[in-house]
């Protein structure tokens, strides 16, 4: 494919099918790849509307596979969750671990707290100190500006819960930060978050610019723009059990033995930064994987997640076991952000089935689902590495995709996976045995 080496004025303006030709024309063959990419368009037009108005310059779709998780039992309730994911092994861990869990008690999740966070940057010219004794009537003077914008979320019992200064300026000359909480109710709330920011901005410049002995060119607007390192939205989940309920675990180790090796290995991740990004990215395969199924964002997720396992100073795993006495308890708390209502969560047909999967839940009880699947497929994960090892098994599921680039047919996939049951899989293995099949 070759890309013109100009710039392309006005491209957005351009229809769908114009932009999809334009795109084609540097494929080495248009017509076909035309063909191939409209293959992927929804057949229902107003389907295909909704996933267009989604994003922008759209010429396609990418369809992931929508896959099911079922028997996560979180606080004494049982559910089946939506998982958006290309990688097998994921959905086939997190159901493992559900049903492993579900036998020994379930998860026993809550919601430490669920406040949101936005900052207003700015420079400040004035006497920092005369700012920092102001803050009680800059506060009021705030809310009631931005009221316009916060009245129906505070009907909702929501709105903003907290106004603070930071002086940052020993880090940048005359840096200062108004940092913002917020409650979003049930809604992920960055719309929210970001016009109350933004109404804050004009307040502060409108206070300063009718209070006696302030300025209003001593202040300059930066940023208004909310947080993704929600550190006081926090959810905690856990599971627990007697360590001899461990038996099962894993083939040839006792309870004891297994808790033993389990418990070095999230260490390891708790003091290495290689072993701890790998251990994170477990846990984010499952929590990624709810999120996407339910129409929020999984960056804003994981920009935090990876900055809260950061918070000491030193990367380190996001879970944690705690072994005493005769007890096993694998623990795990994050920041966890998201909304049921508003966004995606109303608009993508199958955001929406996802969250009446789950039983139309509100913010707080998502979290704490999202939460469970981080901690089933950390759980699955460590589970493997400790014990058989993760090829066999992740070898096993990719002998499907192996098979699907081989182009086999069904009866050689039947033959090739009953020949691979008890073998190795490898990518050379399978073409040699798919070859000698066609011979
Ligand atoms: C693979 O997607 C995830 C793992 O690497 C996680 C881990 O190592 O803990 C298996």
């Not at 769908?16 to 368009?41: G, H, I, W, Y």
């Not at 360590?243 to 390891?268: P, Q, T």
């Not at 709810?290 to 960056?299: E, H, K, S």
């Not at 699907?404 to 049951?421: C, G, H, N, R, S």
């Amino acid at each position: 494919m070759k890309v013109p080496q100009t710039i392309i004025k006005g491209f957005s303006k351009y229809t769908s099918t114009e932009k999809l030709e334009m795109v084609c024309k540097l494929f080495a063959a248009p017509d076909k790849t035309k063909n191939s990419f409209e293959s992927f368009l929804h057949p229902d037009g107003n389907i295909q509307h909704i996933l267009s108005q989604i994003s922008e310059n759209t010429i396609s779709n990418y369809p992931l596979p929508y896959n099911v998780a079922p028997n996560f039992l979180i606080n004494d309730k049982m559910y089946m969750l939506p998982m958006v994911i290309e990688e097998s092994s994921v959905v086939a861990a997190a159901s493992s671990a559900a049903r492993f869990w579900a036998e020994r008690g379930g998860f026993k999740a809550h919601v430490v707290s669920n406040i949101k966070n936005g900052q207003l940057h700015f420079l400040y010219k004035g006497d920092p100190d005369k700012l920092k004794n102001a803050l009680p009537e800059i506060k009021s003077h705030l809310l009631y500006y931005v009221k316009p914008v916060t009245r129906n979320m505070e009907a909702r019992s929501g709105g903003i819960v907290s106004i603070k200064l930071n002086d940052r300026s020993a880090d940048i000359p005359g840096y200062f930060q108004l940092d913002v909480g917020f409650n979003t109710r049930d809604a992920m709330g960055a719309n929210f978050i970001n016009s109350c920011l933004e109404e804050c901005s004009s307040g502060m410049q409108q206070w300063l610019n009718t209070t006696e002995g302030f300025s209003e060119p001593d202040y300059e607007p930066l940023m208004a723009i909310l947080s993704n390192y929600n550190d006081n939205c926090l959810v905690n989940i856990s599971v627990s059990c007697n360590i001899n309920a461990l038996d099962g675990a894993a083939k040839g180790l006792d309870g004891h033995e297994f808790a033993r090796r389990f418990a070095l290995a999230v260490k390891i991740a708790d003091i290495d930064v290689h072993r701890a990004t790998t251990h994170n990215k477990g846990i984010m395969n499952g929590v990624d994987a709810l999120i996407l199924a339910t129409g929020n964002d999984f960056r804003a997720i994981e920009a935090g997640a990876h900055a809260w396992a950061a918070r000491s100073g030193k990367y380190s795993s996001l879970s944690r076991v705690e072994l005493s006495d005769n007890h096993f308890s694998f623990i795990l708390e994050m920041p966890m952000a998201l909304g049921t209502v508003g966004g995606l969560t109303g608009i993508h047909p199958l955001a929406t089935h996802s969250l009446e999967m789950l039983g139309k839940p509100g913010a707080e009880e998502l979290m704490m689902i999202a939460a469970a699947a981080g901690l089933a497929n950390n759980f699955a994960a460590v589970r493997s590495l400790t014990t058989t090892g993760i090829q066999a098994g992740h070898m096993k599921m990719h002998l499907s995709n192996i098979l699907l680039q081989l182009k086999a047919t069904p009866d050689e996939i039947e033959k090739t996976t009953a020949y691979f049951k008890d073998k190795k899989v490898s990518h050379q293995a399978v073409a040699t045995h798919l070859a000698e099949l066609r011979k």
